[in-house]
């Protein structure tokens, strides 16, 4: 990328310091003294014996703990929770299958509730992975850096914008504190993207022109409905389908390529964002209150324009990709490339195929950011792509045209009045069984 293309003019400037001094505020007075405990301690320099604890024990979060335990071999997976019990005996059987006895968690540390995760920070853990659905990732954030221990974080890190600055309060407390804070945004740990970028930064494709990000999939899982179960339980059993719990699948999938603009546009922050999106093929009450496709323009001040789309359809072409257009060339991924990154223009060039994962890469830095004493933070980065794919969420849902400031200090919270399996969540069906969803035009988002 040439000079011209990364300077940020005074307007994005602006925004961005109006996003940086908004977490500055949300931690003032509030950062915590102190650092590591003297077992912790002991793991930063170097100890052998690394205790691991998983919160949220889907596929995602058992993944997470195989690429770990794959990296510090002297790591051991010692405590676990999920909302449901059956989900954590389940996890930790098919753990135990691939990993034997590396995975000792006992019965007694087995937890399960919408409190077992402060069970597993108070059973000696070093590390957490944090893989609950985003709804709970601000508020077990909190809770990690609370009792000093290093967080990996799946993404996204929240659903909506106050939950975004309580992580970044929480990532400056991390910095304060000296533990780690890493988020699951694995494409900036992957070798391939790490050179293309630097490539881009070079000026090989020269000036910015425009971005574009395709997540297009068919429809992902449902489990069903059980008639003991209570609404409450039901869609915390489907998250995915209820944007207070998974942020709509433009916040919860696509916002990988969220990220990756965020990367490439050093953490800019656009200045507005308008799109399409609505339910056409979501029609019934089981897919709950999100939409099965978004379009999202996002316009930064006398930058490139991004342009976005993802869809959830059955029957329809798929296609996951990313294109970065420049004035000399472009840089691409998907669309027939498989993972490798390409370059075409004046210049071109391949990524090398790698069998290292972009995850084994994230927790290879974090533990030797631990044993340095240097640990690592994305705590910018990684509620910044949160709030990008937020607002998207924001101008598709309210069909309006959206800036990111108003986005950014929106006070809507879309949590519930309490966490009980027999509390009502925020959204509820009506006699028929259909739960209000949002309609643009209509539907307020700020």
């Not at 590591?36 to 919160?55: E, N, T």
Request: aromatic share 10%.
């Amino acid at each position: 990328m040439s000079a011209k293309s990364t300077q940020v003019n005074s307007s994005s400037t602006a925004s961005r310091r109006r996003f940086l001094s908004a977490s500055s505020a949300a931690v003032t007075g509030a950062v915590l003294a102190g650092g590591l405990s003297p077992a912790r301690a002991a793991h930063a320099a170097g100890s052998d014996a690394l205790k691991i604890g998983l919160i949220g024990c889907g596929g995602r979060g058992s993944g997470a703990v195989v690429s770990a335990l794959t990296v510090h071999p002297g790591a051991r997976l010692t405590a676990m929770a999920d909302a449901f019990g059956d989900r954590a005996l389940m996890a930790r059987t098919a753990l135990q299958r691939r990993l034997g006895d590396r995975i000792a968690v006992p019965d007694d540390h087995c937890f399960s509730g919408f409190d077992a995760y402060q069970s597993v920070l108070a059973s000696g853990v070093d590390v957490v992975i944090l893989a609950e659905p985003p709804h709970f990732r601000p508020r077990h954030l909190e809770a990690c850096v609370e009792a000093g221990v290093h967080v990996f974080a799946e993404k996204p890190m929240a659903v909506d914008a106050p939950g975004v600055r309580r992580v970044l309060a929480a990532g400056e407390r991390a910095r304060a504190k000296n533990v780690s804070f890493v988020s699951g945004f694995e494409t900036r740990y992957g070798d391939g993207a790490r050179e293309a970028i630097t490539r881009l930064r070079d000026g090989a494709i020269g000036d910015l022109v425009a971005l574009q990000g395709n997540y297009n999939t068919g429809f992902l899982w449902h489990r069903g409905r059980e008639p003991q179960w209570t609404e409450m339980e039901f869609q915390m059993r489907n998250w995915y389908y209820f944007t207070w719990l998974s942020g709509d699948h433009i916040v919860e999938q696509h916002v990988h390529f969220m990220d990756v603009v965020g990367w490439i546009m050093n953490e800019q922050p656009p200045l507005r964002a308008w799109g399409y999106g609505g339910r056409s093929v979501r029609t019934e009450a089981k897919w709950g209150d999100i939409f099965d496709h978004h379009a999202v323009v996002f316009e930064y001040a006398g930058g490139p324009q991004v342009f976005t789309f993802t869809r959830q359809q059955t029957g329809c072409y798929n296609e996951v990709s990313f294109l970065v257009m420049g004035t000399k060339g472009r840089l691409m991924r998907g669309r027939g490339g498989g993972g490798a990154y390409r370059i075409e223009g004046e210049t071109t060039w391949e990524s090398e195929k790698t069998t290292v994962q972009p995850e084994i890469n994230t927790f290879t830095e974090m533990f030797a950011g631990v044993a340095k004493g240097e640990p690592v933070n994305d705590s910018l980065s990684m509620a910044r792509s949160t709030m990008l794919a937020i607002l998207g969420r924001m101008a598709t849902h309210s069909g309006q045209l959206v800036t990111w400031d108003d986005a950014f200090a929106s006070q809507r919270d879309l949590s519930p009045n309490r966490y009980a399996w027999d509390a009502d969540p925020p959204v509820l069906p009506d006699a028929d069984g259909n739960y209000p969803h949002p309609i643009p035009g209509q539907t307020q988002v700020l």
